[in-house]
């Protein structure tokens, strides 16, 4: 089994649209946990953090479950311009391994 | 401006021709880390080092070397390319292990 397992899509949904991308982990051990973007094989950038609480950035959403091992991201009223392939990362603070998935593919559609 | 730069961007070599990809940062991060990403296969963490003269293996450390003498360089050195390394690396950096990493823009390397 994978350490960070994401589905990876290709997610296809009309403008406007409310999409939701999760990632589960495997090692309960794992502190921090990342959304990235990454366009056409660019670099990723950072989209955003996910904190315990869970936490918004205007049309983005991203929440932890700890007891089930998995983060999420939800995107609302999406954009032609989110269009990308979504990354999610875990890490685990006391080792300086930093574990990708392997990505979810949006396509959002006029 | 903050930034992580590589070089060469572009790389075309043949079997077992030594190459180095440099990678710098301005941002007097502790943490580096490579990658490569290759289709269907996601990022994959080669080597990483969470501060000067401490560096460690990822996932996929085999045929490559690093070495972090100075905070803001991280290079990535194929002592004898083959063509399984052929790929898209990308090199990182954080404040810190387990912070936010930013990336560069990439070195894409053929090895023929």
């Known amino acids: 089994r994978k350490e960070v397992e994401q589905d990876p899509g290709p997610f296809n949904v009309p403008e406007g649209a409310t999409v939701a991308f999760n990632c589960t982990y495997s090692?309960?051990?794992?502190?921090?946990f990342f959304w990235y973007r990454q366009d056409c094989r660019k670099e990723p950038k950072l989209l955003m953090s996910?904190?315990?609480s869970g936490n918004e950035d205007g049309r983005f959403t991203a929440q932890l479950n700890r007891a089930s091992q998995y983060i999420s991201l939800l995107i609302r009223d999406s954009k032609l311009s989110d269009s990308a392939t979504y990354l999610c990362?875990?890490?685990?603070?006391?080792?300086?391994?930093?574990?990708f998935g392997d990505g979810t593919t949006l396509t959002v559609k006029p | 401006e903050a930034q992580v730069t590589q070089n060469p961007r572009y790389l075309i070599t043949v079997t077992g021709k030594k190459l180095t990809v440099t990678c710098s940062q301005n941002?007097?991060?502790?943490?580096m880390s490579w990658y490569r990403q290759d289709p269907g296969l996601g990022l994959r963490q080669i080597y990483y080092?969470?501060?000067?003269?401490?560096?460690d293996k990822g996932d996929v450390p085999e045929g490559y070397k690093v070495s972090r003498k100075e905070k803001r360089n991280f290079p990535l050195i194929l002592e004898s390319p083959s063509p399984n390394q052929t790929s898209l690396y990308f090199c990182?950096?954080?404040?810190?292990?387990?912070?936010?990493?930013?990336f560069g823009p990439g070195t894409r390397l053929t090895v023929t």
């Open positions: 990362v875990v890490n685990i603070p006391n080792a300086g391994k930093s574990t």
């Open positions: 996910v904190y315990s």
């Open positions: 990182a950096s954080s404040p810190r292990r387990g912070y936010e990493q930013y």
């Open positions: 941002m007097n991060h502790e943490y």
């Open positions: 080092s969470m501060n000067v003269e401490v560096t």
């Open positions: 090692n309960s051990a794992s502190q921090s």
